[in-house]
């Protein structure tokens, strides 16, 4: 019976190394019923909020923590505008997933140079 060695795989590089996820923020109907659910049923913890209270007049975000995971809960506070045309069109969901890199710039130019 012959045997046979595997080939030796070629090297790869990671043009493009993340280092994980620094939040992904949620656009929904109602924000502050949503971040009280993910504080109640997931244990997230209420870390930052903004909105009228803080000059912001066109939106209320929710900054929620567990561990190393952050999720931004934002909702409109109005029937117009970006956030509210995105809810009505689809419905509550993701909108921003923000990486984490070593060099923005960097990443950014690379994203663009491959399509992005």
């Known amino acids: 019976m012959a045997t046979q060695t595997r080939p ?44 009228p209270e803080t000059g912001v007049r066109d939106r209320a975000s929710y900054l929620l923590v567990q561990n190393k995971i952050r999720l931004v809960i934002t909702t409109p506070l109005g ?8 809810v009505r069109r689809h419905g509550d969901g993701v909108r921003d997933l923000a990486l984490w890199v070593d060099d923005a710039r960097d990443a950014h130019d690379k994203a663009v140079e491959r399509g992005a």
Request: charged share 20%; no cysteine.
């Open 8 to 51: 030796a795989e070629p090297e790869t590089h990671d043009t493009f190394p993340i280092n994980g996820t620094d939040f992904v923020e949620f656009y929904v109907g109602n924000a502050k019923q949503a971040s009280h659910y993910y504080q109640s049923a997931f244990g997230f913890q209420l870390e930052a909020y903004r909105g």
């Open 79 to 86: 029937p117009d505008g970006d956030i509210a045309e995105q």
